[in-house]
């Protein structure tokens, strides 16, 4: 079983993603969101409460913060078009927080995700031939703005599965 931890989105702004991944025909397995803590593998030994019980202890200590949306972004060698997150203390935080409570329980987070370069929510991921023509349509959406994150998400996705699926929702703070 894999799981992976994101912020939801304010229904305004994941209504805003999903109409221009409609417009692109863009299938993504899961709703807009920001990435916390990307798909990791349940250890063996492990369950699904020990994983829980870890969020939760940090989502309980962790108080809402904002989140804040600084416009358009392009990954070039990935073609993913996204809107840029700030990368703020509060979110570095929560991130390595989740990480360090998640360690045992999930396989080791490496690579790009270990100390959460870019915070963005994925818009769309196109083959090169498509990517630069739709970054030029979409460079220009007015994405910016402020929410505030009072939850975090724990997903969940077995082998067979195509979608993943919620498992749980924290609330941040006491």
């Known amino acids: ?21 409609f417009k692109y025909k863009y299938s993504a397995k899961s709703k807009p969101h920001v990435t916390l803590v990307p798909p990791l593998k349940l250890l063996d030994g492990h369950t699904d409460t020990d994983l829980m019980k870890a969020i939760e202890i940090v989502a309980k200590k962790t108080n809402p913060f904002p989140v804040t949306q600084i416009g358009v972004g392009y990954f070039n060698n990935k073609e993913i078009i996204h809107v840029i997150i700030e990368r703020t203390n509060e979110l570095l935080l929560l991130h390595r927080e989740l990480l360090e409570a998640i360690s045992g329980i999930l396989e080791t ?20 031939e498509n990517g630069h023509e739709a970054w030029r349509a979409i460079k220009n959406e007015f994405l910016s703005g402020q929410f ?14 195509k979608q993943w699926k919620v498992a749980r929702l924290f609330k941040l703070g006491k």
């Not at 987070?109 to 083959?127: D, K, M, N, R, W």
């Open 109 to 128: 987070s490496e690579g790009e995700f270990a100390e959460l370069p870019q915070p963005h929510i994925t818009i769309i991921s196109l083959p090169p």
């Open 148 to 161: 505030t994150c009072n939850s975090i998400v724990l997903l969940k996705r077995g082998p067979k599965d």
């Open 1 to 21: 079983m894999y799981y992976y931890i994101h912020i939801s989105l304010p229904e305004e702004l994941q209504n805003r993603v999903e109409a221009i991944r």
